[in-house]
């Protein structure tokens, strides 16, 4: 007897997410911008280090974000590794980059260095969001990664924001600003 026609459709494979003629994730890219991203992370945070006072309050709130960025950032080198993904061509500048500018807003003031925080994490936060989108169902793995590290970046703008962000002198243009540097770093650390 043949099977009916709710038999075969219950034993087709599903439809996949990707079919000719649809644009492919570039998922090298992702990670590429991701490991920079928080390669970026890491050295604002060494450069506000470099300025705090060990015993200040931001300093003890500094020292936790970045060690969960430095783990991030590692999750992301063993990803590229993995899957034999170049880091931008970039990093150097956004060695010393990311340094200057974690000094430089911590040498405003306490509140300026939770500021750059605030406005960094508010840019990762859309930049994860536009990413998982894209992914889709494509790359669980990725995906899975991306969503608990963007969890945890919208936990450090938080973090900022109650150590007084909102505070820094001209808040809405220092915010600008560094989100405005974040927007180009991500665009160039894509491609190059």
């Not at 991030?72 to 034999?84: G, Y």
């Not at 990311?98 to 003031?109: D, P």
């Not at 508010?122 to 990664?145: C, S």
């Amino acid at each position: 007897m043949a099977d009916s026609p709710q038999a075969l459709t219950n034993t087709l494979p599903e439809r996949p997410s990707w079919r000719p003629g649809d644009r492919r994730t570039d998922r090298a890219s992702m990670l590429r911008v991701d490991q920079a991203g928080e390669y970026g992370a890491t050295r604002i945070y060494a450069g506000q280090l470099a300025v705090l006072r060990g015993s200040s309050p931001a300093a003890h709130l500094v020292t936790h974000m970045a060690s969960q960025e430095e783990r991030h950032l590692a999750r992301f080198n063993q990803l590229m590794a993995e899957r034999r993904v170049r880091p931008t061509l970039l990093q150097p500048l956004w060695h010393v980059g990311g340094f200057a500018m974690g000094a430089v807003t911590a040498l405003i003031s306490e509140s300026a260095a939770m500021a750059c925080t605030d406005a960094v994490e508010t840019e990762i936060d859309k930049h994860y969001a536009e990413q998982l989108e894209h992914l889709g169902e494509e790359d669980p793995e990725l995906a899975a990664d991306i969503r608990q590290f963007q969890a945890e970046e919208l936990e450090h703008r938080d973090i900022a924001r109650e150590a007084g962000a909102l505070d820094a002198p001209a808040y809405p243009v220092l915010t600008a600003a560094i989100r405005g540097i974040c927007k180009v770093a991500i665009g160039l650390s894509k491609k190059v």
